[in-house]
């Protein structure tokens, strides 16, 4: 039987999504572990899209196969019984063997939330990217159009990303402000390594003045990594949202995976 879940995490207090060596602390090896308890029998689970380190998520999907007979309850709230409070399972269903929760998905969703003041933030310190210059958020506007449609980002992915191609399909790329708050909503069908960590680090630049709206256009003709300047804080990363074909029919994204 092949199960498919929705889970929300703070990634504050993980090293990202992916297991790696032993005592290091994953959202997969924490999901794994809960899960397998439930089972009985040792579980693997694949993901949609793996965050790094300090990146949270609000609409994370993922699949596994097991050979235990449990009812979907059973998976959700045993499966919570068992994890730590910062990683919840919201819905489980079962789905056919062709479901996969990576290589299915066609549409892929991030928020990335900038608290934008002088002073640093206490109680939203793992949660919000910090930058002390005001932003105006219609220079970034601007600028985010450029980056709209099918082209090249590798000006915009981690030098050590491994895809076999850097070509993406950016749907959407919305940039608004709410009094200290800008937000950056961005849609693509897939996503490269810290590409949209890259393309926030690129809009703050110019947003703070220090560079011209043309200038996001520039680093993407370029498709030279080292022009692109800083990589953006992961704190204020959250993917929310993956779209799969409506004949597996998931649920949809529900209103408490609204970040702001």
Known sequence: MRIALGIEYDGSEFAGWQLQEAGVRTVQG??????????????RVICAGRTDAGVHATAQVVHFDTRAERGLRSWIYGANANLPKTVSVQWARVVGDDFHARFSAVRRRYRYVILNREIRPAFLAARVAWEYRPLDAAL???AARDLEGTHDFSAYRAVACQAKSPVRTLYELAVNRDRDLVILDVEANAFLHHMVRNVAGVLMDIGAGKRQPGWAREVLESRDRTLGGITAQPH?????GVDYPAHFDLPPLSPSGVVW
Do not use: I, K
């Open 30 to 43: 924490a999901v794994e572990q809960a899960l397998s308890r439930v089972a009985d029998h040792p579980l």
């Open 140 to 142: 970034m506007r601007r």
């Open 236 to 240: 204020g990363l959250y993917l929310t």
